[in-house]
């Protein structure tokens, strides 16, 4: 397999360039999940306290005997423990759950504004950095003005904001949005509603022009976007499709007829969701 390539966050640390992805896997599914993917080749393992398997993750990642310094290990704040102390709480709990000494990327799950703590939040996570205790802090569904104002009040920007972004809902403004701010664009539910993207011709076609699936068009697509996909598998064969994205690369004509898929999101609009 290709070697993996790897995307510079503005703290001065690096993110795989692909994730394994672990919802809605129950505990002992992500954990076989999390063991196979590490010996696949992927560092980059993502979960959040909301999913419900983080101890499953921190076995997994017990279980692949690799260094642990090797793994780049994201967990979420849920919306229910936005608050600078309850943000202190609510990591640690993570935190004893995965069962590691620290958390590589901890991320606002998401910004829930009409509860209004999120910057208290932020706050909280830098101290938690500066601790030592989490390496890197980022978001997850944030707009722009929510970005902006975790600079404006804190003076830090996050290094990721993880958003829903697939073909039929690409993104572009709020990439644009994130690279002009320096922050890493990474993508939850990478292949959105699979079979239907799957049977786009414009995906179908590129897939037999390069000899590849559908889902890694999606990949590679998201690839040269910019874009750490962090797509779910619990099957070592689709893991190992996953991250055969490297070894080729999709026109810019290609590019722009999956870009011309949008269609819009399919989950929550983070100016009104509310996450608990």
């Given at each position: 397999m290709t070697a993996w390539p790897s995307v510079p966050l503005h703290d001065g640390r690096v993110l795989p360039a692909l994730g394994l992805g672990t919802y809605p896997l129950a505990?002992?599914?992500?954990?076989?999940?999390?063991?196979?993917?590490?010996g696949i080749g992927y560092r980059l393992i993502d979960t959040a306290a909301n999913y419900g398997n983080e101890i499953g993750v921190g076995r997994g990642i017990a279980d692949a005997g690799v260094p642990r310094e090797e793994i780049v290990l994201t967990t979420k704040l849920p919306g229910r423990d936005h608050g600078y102390e309850e943000t202190l709480a609510s990591f640690e709990e993570s935190r004893e759950r995965l069962g590691v000494e620290y958390v590589d990327l901890y991320?606002?799950?998401?910004?829930?504004?009409?509860?209004?703590?999120y910057v208290d939040s932020w706050r909280a996570m830098i101290k938690l950095r500066d601790e030592g205790r989490i390496r890197s802090i980022g978001v997850s569904n944030f707009t722009d003005d929510h970005l902006?104002?975790?600079?404006?009040?804190?003076g830090e920007m996050p290094v990721v904001n993880q958003i829903e972004l697939h073909p039929f809902f690409p993104q572009a403004r709020m990439r644009a949005a994130d690279r002009d701010r320096?922050?890493?664009?990474?993508?939850?539910?990478?292949?959105?509603?699979?079979?239907?993207v799957f049977d786009q011709p414009e995906i179908a076609t590129a897939a037999e022009a390069h000899d590849v699936t559908p889902a890694q068009v999606v990949l590679r697509w998201?690839?040269?976007?910019?874009?750490?996909?962090?797509?779910?598998?619990?099957?070592?064969?689709?893991?190992?499709?996953?991250?055969?994205?490297?070894g080729f690369e999709l026109t810019e004509a290609e590019m722009d007829a999956i870009d011309g898929l949008e269609r819009g999101r399919m989950g929550g609009d983070p100016e009104e969701h509310e996450e608990f």
């Open positions: 505990d002992h599914e992500a954990r076989e999940a999390v063991r196979g993917a590490i991320l606002i799950h998401w910004p829930n504004p009409r509860v209004g703590k902006d104002q975790l600079e404006r009040e804190t320096r922050v890493v664009t990474q993508s939850w539910s990478p292949l959105g509603r699979a079979k239907d998201h690839h040269q976007l910019g874009v750490v996909a962090i797509p779910k598998s619990a099957s070592p064969e689709r893991q190992r499709s996953n991250a055969a994205i490297f």
